[in-house]
């Protein structure tokens, strides 16, 4: 009864949370700072927590693998609607494209560099265990993202982003979907909270829970991202920092925050799996279907086929975003994930902002691609790894 008592009670604060902002954002209210970055927060905050007890509930009726890949599509969506805005922007005003691209370069090294690490942080905290041992049926998501960052290294190397492109991305998301909703069922653990309250339940009962929890947390995140963005956006801007390292640091910073605290959420309930695999999810949304989006929405609106080209920063920061895509994989070949190899991520990436020289975006792409090499070439279990992923994922 206790037990009941206290999922109920988690359930109405999240509703709650999520209510405020909907209908802050339906009265149209001009707030002042910092209610502006608080409200929203707690919105994409409570949005969260239900995002969590909807897919484990939706474990129920879908594999684990593609209850995650929905979690994942909704709680990026906030970086869909921010990188989209920008590449629509760009097609009728060139000054925007560099924008498009800080915010999707931003947003990826985040993921891995503080996401990521953080997961594999707040498990060890927890459990006390040095690694996460990441389930065989997530070698899909890994291999999806593996192919899209070989892919993604043709972006610096020809200086733009084109329409076939995207057919290429997207076409690697569309079979990433199909193998992850053909991936086993397996009987979903369930441990306390609103997701076992109503576990019990008759399904057509459960499925009209699932599916209002779906929509809530992701009208909530659809809603609250863009004010949150621009609440941390204006609040940078009065401290005098650069537009453009706002849209590629602080706006991805608000916009992955829903996906943040999923992971962490499933970290600190020692499902260091489940929220590493999250974060793989979200980034093959973010490298593939994201990416291959921009060049669509700036064609549509610049009215012709023409690619979006970029600048020497532009293809640097690509540069850059693709080689950490590619060590963070290789690492993660062997299916396991250590406490050094996440704070080996975490310095690498918090490092790069002490470094404002261009020269050394080249040198951190550089590091992160001999690592790569050398994960390879030292460690057999890597080497098999990729192996099998190769072999068994398709």
């Not at 484990?56 to 969506?77: D, P």
């Not at 995140?221 to 849209?247: M, Q, T, V, W």
Request: proline share 4%; charged share 15%; glycine share 6%.
């Amino acid at each position: 009864m206790k037990g009941r008592l206290r999922s109920w009670t988690f359930l109405l604060a999240a509703s709650l949370l999520c209510a405020q902002w909907l209908l802050l954002w339906a009265m149209q209210l001009s707030l002042p700072f910092p209610a502006d970055i608080v409200l929203p927060g707690l919105g994409v905050l409570g949005a969260a927590f239900m995002l969590t007890w909807a897919a484990e509930l939706f474990q129920m009726e879908v594999s684990k693998g593609l209850a995650i890949a929905l979690l994942a599509l909704i709680t990026v969506l906030p970086e869909y609607t921010v990188d989209i805005y920008l590449a629509w922007t760009a097609g009728k005003d060139p000054s925007y494209l560099p924008l498009a691209t800080a915010n999707m370069t931003g947003a990826n090294r985040l993921l891995i560099g503080a996401g990521w690490a953080a997961v594999g942080v707040f498990y060890w905290l927890k459990s006390g265990k040095n690694a996460i041992n990441i389930a065989k049926n997530h070698r899909v998501e890994i291999f999806a993202l593996l192919l899209a960052t070989l892919y993604s290294f043709f972006f610096p190397l020809k200086g733009n982003i084109a329409l076939y492109d995207s057919v290429v991305l997207i076409a690697i998301y569309a079979i990433y979907v199909y193998k992850t909703s053909k991936s086993g069922m397996t009987e979903p653990e369930l441990e306390g909270g609103p997701a076992e309250l109503f576990s019990a339940t008759p399904r057509k009962t459960r499925l009209f829970v699932n599916i209002s929890m779906f929509v809530l947390s992701g009208l909530t995140i659809f809603l609250a991202a863009k004010p949150f963005a621009e609440g941390l956006i204006s609040g940078g801007a009065k401290l005098g920092i650069e537009k453009f390292l706002l849209i590629q640091w602080v706006a991805p910073l608000a916009s992955e925050a829903p996906e943040f605290i999923v992971a962490i959420i499933f970290a600190l309930r020692m499902k260091g799996s489940e929220g590493l695999s999250i974060l793989v999810s979200s980034k093959v949304n973010q490298w593939t279907l994201l990416v291959g989006m921009l060049p669509i929405a700036f064609s549509l609106s610049a009215g012709s086929f023409a690619p979006m080209h970029m600048d020497a920063r532009q293809v640097e920061e690509l540069l850059l975003t693709s080689a950490q895509s590619l060590f963070a994989l290789i690492v993660l070949a062997n299916l396991k994930f250590s406490l050094l190899e996440a704070l080996t991520l975490f310095v690498l990436f918090a490092t790069q902002f002490f470094f404002t020289d261009p020269t050394f975006r080249l040198v951190y792409s550089g590091v992160y691609i001999l690592l790569a090499i050398i994960v390879v070439l030292v460690s057999k279990q890597n080497r098999n790894g990729l192996k099998e992923l190769f072999l068994l994922s398709w």
